[in-house]
């Protein structure tokens, strides 16, 4: 009994020590990549952000041009999270791959369609790819790092454990096959 009031107490000990670090601050800069486009459809893509009740939220694209442009204000509810979903160009065609005026695409090329989320209060943002629970598509998740973030050395984890392959044909319509 002895062992087990010494264990609770240096494990409560610990916790009241350890700092806690997350990714919460009142700015932050993210380009949305490029999601797969051949999935059978384009999934909904959000920011959920978390915050105090209350806290006013600005999501914009300072450096694109209307009308492809993203620029929005909320304030966070009594709840304490918000989810804005992106909806411009949402759906696939034969010009528009999904998402044009969000995701920066082609690789290597700057574009204008940068996203800037500010808000009053500190908050976390997670930008977010929404997958169908019936589906087996890995979903696309990423927390914002705020001033975290900022600098000129970066690493970028990838999937390791299973082979990336081709999806072969055209599985959303657009005329555009991929390889």
């Known amino acids: 009994m002895k062992k087990i009031k010494l264990i609770v107490f240096v494990l409560f000990f610990l916790m009241k020590i350890t700092p806690v670090v997350s990714q919460i601050d009142t700015v932050f800069w993210f380009a949305a990549p490029w999601v797969t486009p051949d999935h059978t459809w384009r999934d ?5 952000i978390a915050g105090d009740a ?46 044009d005026s969000l995701e920066s695409k082609p690789a290597n090329t700057v574009r204008p369609y940068g996203l800037k989320i500010t808000s009053s209060a500190k908050i976390t943002v997670v930008y977010d790819v929404v997958t169908r629970a019936a589906t087996f598509y890995n979903p696309e998740t990423f927390s914002l790092k705020g001033q975290n973030g900022m600098g000129t050395e ?26």
């Open 44 to 48: 909904a893509i959000k920011v959920h």
């Open 54 to 99: 209350g806290t006013v939220v600005r999501v914009r694209q300072p450096g694109a041009i209307l009308p492809n442009k993203y620029d929005t204000t909320f304030t966070i509810p009594a709840s304490r999270a918000f989810d804005y979903t992106f909806w411009r160009d949402a759906a696939a065609g034969p010009t528009n791959i999904g998402y």
């Open 154 to 179: 970066f690493v970028c984890p990838f999937q390791n454990t299973w082979n990336n392959r081709n999806l072969g044909g055209d599985l959303n319509g657009d005329a555009i096959i991929t390889t």
